[in-house]
């Protein structure tokens, strides 16, 4: 239950995976990211509302070959560089996507929850129903028409939390995102924390997953950094300012993920990596 | 950052005062980053101390004492008078139309206040592949009322759009950095210019042949009050 | 906003409206029911997933025209009298039922709060679809059947709370129920508080309804009796089992309704009256 | 109430303990009030500490010291890992497949393990109106085995249902006053019968020609551990 991290990428993560790391600006998985382009994942279909740093990082590492998505930015920033040039110019390798609209993947995720085919919204007026899965169902009862979106049902999940007790059940608070409903509506889920308690002590706000939905738990404090861990860390926002002159460069992107992520082994020395090149500049 | 004139103010400045100028109190706002963010606290701290902030974040009244960076800022959480799910967000309350006012920004705007935040050129072989619509698509049909902000130019006031992100029907006001359309007959008119700005200014700066109001009024600068309060809220480094 | 439950149920309730006063099992709005059987309202649709003590008394005193229902029970104890009277005999009057699985008016109930016309589920085998509103909606993506429920709107919610603040914000924990969609749900709301406090401290498990989602916020401490306040008192297990005899008889009934309903003012006389009772008995 | 011979154990304690033999450690059980509730809790209480008690309240994972007389008792709410409002329950949880085993009662069976709550008569003009389904039908569809129990006589177990409240398909035990029937080739069959219970007395007490296991084991009695467990969980007044 209570794994090592790259235990649990290795065992639970394949190849060719739909796999969704969420989070919605709070408590994003960057350190399962980060395991899951150690460990050269390939042919990834990627979900995730609002991809950020970690998909362009992933992308960028050309682990994946697909991304599902609703908003593909830098918040705050600007572009994501590597998923440009991977839809724009096919870099590293071309990329597939499949856009919706926010309250198109979250009626997607909550109809996955909830082991229905499909999620009913009124919405995708304008031009994305042309390009994207979303078809039109009828009320029974009224005769109007409304969205229809697949149900979205990953192979795997992977949210950060704050934390977990000794089994396994985990507590997280602060914004809630979509976690419940990605880890609910997917066959396997991970789950990263901050730290591991002997009991949980409920919190104003926060929402409880039982051990018996995740398949693993692993240790990763900081392990959502830059986004942050409420309670715990704040945003780091310059990193997210610093990240769009890094990712501009494929190069200066590659060296990056190389000293940072390929070349260190886990979430503390990332952190201690970071430390250095701080230190030395 | 450019200036309108020397009135000491930027204008973004002019573009967040003039659209927290149209948040009445009381007023549900749902409220994305960046300038619409600035414009609806700055509401909150001047004449509309009760006008709620909603973000898609799940954030309902938060009442932030800086201008967040992102939408999903801590302090969003800790002001709020209670935070639900993003699927709760989008069903119960932007669906549910508890929401009375939207902001929205784009990279294209149309006569008709249709936007595009998606991308330009060919959606399959993009020139430049934008972050895209997010919420938008839904808030544009979600709430009662769309305040667009965008700043003017004839690259993104164009005469037809790369992609339809979000559709006008509600657009009821575009604030810009060189005036204030709003649509008259389905068509967005001209109704104002800012402070140093002329007429000629603002038809050169749409792509389309903008349609000009019969009285063009003149955009009141921010008031010392107005200027103090949004400075407070501004992030070192904005404006 | 904050007003005293007489105006609320008089300027709010009107007769022939349908009315919600939802609960389930716990914090269930007696105090409410109360007021509307003493304003003597009429011809009303009574909603509720478990209509319990306090429908038997609104449909005993011949308040309600139907009743749309998921179980109709005393909980623990065995059968309503005044609703299996009103459905088998007609007394006091013909009631008509609209009956749905507590999944299908769950489901109802948030699609009415997501302003949609119907919620979807996988439900509805046996012979209820036969006798209720229920239709068949065909995924758009795999052709799967399934089960559709029109939206309920209800024109009026009432739903019971532990605490509301200054300026009529609400904050209820405990059993969470259904309260939230329902007042969503609906055209108008009225919540009754066991307390109200200057400022709302937030608790875990706790759902907070903002002051601009309620139309009328009422003070009516003990209001959920003979259910309970989760942090203020237990539910009168006793008068559940008690309510068996009382509503068994029809002048019986009337009679204990005329003494602790009809001739007390509010809430507060409906306790002294019961305790009264105690006392002599 | 009813006692089995001399044993010393009524038979609801019988069947409690019987259904509770059944839940396997680490059993995540949807769980009713009344004989269910006992069972499930009963279960915990002794070879099964790990099963999860999951009430449709919005209770999961609850740990009850005492018998709730509700469902929606607050110690239920006290003693959970979390609670989830009543749509969440049913649609994620019940609807998800979260559950393994879903108990159920009702008033009348039939010999697939059809269950009738709702009506008996005619629905539209009944001699007896029963609470209703409930959560009954979309737990008979969405858990992944169904436990039925239920008190035995010719008046419950019926040739024919006055009115189908919850299909059998799940349904794969059958625990009563008298015995123990389970499903062979979608027909309820007869494979155990409780100390002092005849075949033939269950026959009797069956509204349809009972079919009969080839080996129709006798149950094991309560022993002191589970009576014991029981007695400290029942509320005054049962059994």
């Known amino acids: 239950m209570i794994v090592p991290l790259r235990d649990a990428i290795r065992d639970l993560v394949r190849d060719g995976d739909t796999v969704a790391l969420e989070g919605f600006t709070h408590l994003i998985p960057h350190a399962a990211g980060h395991e899951v382009a150690r460990q050269g994942k390939r042919e990834l279909t990627l979900v995730r509302m609002t991809p950020d740093v970690v998909y362009d990082q992933l992308i960028g590492m050309g682990c994946a070959r697909k991304l599902l998505f609703s908003w593909g930015g830098n918040p705050g920033v600007g572009s994501l560089h590597r998923l440009r040039d991977a839809v724009e110019k096919g870099w590293p390798s071309a990329l597939e996507i499949e856009e919706h609209s926010h309250a198109g993947m979250a009626a997607a995720y909550a109809a996955g929850a909830a082991n229905l085919p499909f999620g009913v919204l009124r919405g995708y007026r304008g031009d994305l129903s042309a390009h994207t899965r979303v078809e039109t169902v009828t009320c029974p009862f009224t005769g109007e028409e409304l969205a229809a979106v697949p149900a979205l049902r990953p192979d795997v999940a992977v949210v950060h939390a704050q934390q977990a007790d000794l089994r396994g059940n985990v507590q997280l608070w602060g914004i809630l995102g979509v976690q419940k409903e990605t880890v609910l509506a997917a066959s396997r889920a991970i789950v990263t924390v901050e730290e591991i308690v002997d009991e949980l002590q409920p919190r104003p706000g926060a929402i409880v997953l039982p051990s018996w939905v995740i398949d693993a738990v692993s240790l990763a404090p900081g392990g959502a950094h830059p986004s942050y861990s409420h309670g715990y860390y704040d945003r780091d926002n310059d990193f997210y300012v610093a990240w769009d002159e890094i990712s501009r460069d494929r190069d200066r992107f590659r060296a990056w993920m190389q000293r940072h992520v390929l070349d260190t082994a886990d979430i503390t020395e990332y952190h201690a990596s970071l430390a250095a090149e701080v230190a030395t500049a | ?239």
């Not at chain 2, 800086?66 to 989008?90: N, R």
């Not at chain 2, 559709?167 to 709003?182: K, Y």
Request: hydrophobic share 40%; net charge negative; proline share 6%.
């Open chain 2, 1 to 239: 950052m450019s200036t309108n004139g020397d009135g000491g103010f930027s204008a973004d400045e002019m573009m967040a005062v003039e659209a927290a100028r149209r948040v009445a109190d009381g007023t549900v706002c749902f409220v994305g980053i960046g300038l619409p963010s600035l414009a609806a606290n700055l509401a909150r701290r001047t004449h509309a101390p009760d006008c709620v902030l909603v973000y898609e974040s799940g954030t309902i009244g938060a009442k932030p004492t800086k201008l967040p960076l992102s939408i999903g800022d801590g302090e969003l959480a800790d002001t709020a008078d209670t935070v639900v799910s993003v699927p709760e967000m989008f069903a119960y309350w932007l669906q549910g139309n508890r929401i009375d006012v939207g902001f929205l920004g784009a990279a294209q705007i149309d006569r008709h206040g249709n936007l595009n935040s998606t991308v330009i050129g060919d959606y399959d072989h993009p020139k430049v592949r934008l972050p895209g619509g997010g919420g938008a698509p839904e808030i544009a049909t979600g709430v009662r009322d769309v305040f667009v902000m965008l700043r003017q130019t004839p690259r993104s006031f164009v005469e037809r759009l790369d992609f339809t992100t979000s559709v006008g029907d509600r657009v009821r006001v575009v604030v810009t950095d060189l005036g204030i359309l709003e649509p008259h007959d389905g068509e967005l008119t001209l109704v104002g210019v800012h402070p140093g700005v002329d007429v000629e200014d603002v038809r050169a700066a749409t792509g389309w042949d903008l349609r000009i109001a019969g009285d063009v009024r003149i955009t009141d600068p921010p008031s010392d009050v107005e200027l103090s309060a949004l400075r407070t809220l501004e992030p070192k480094g904005r404006a």
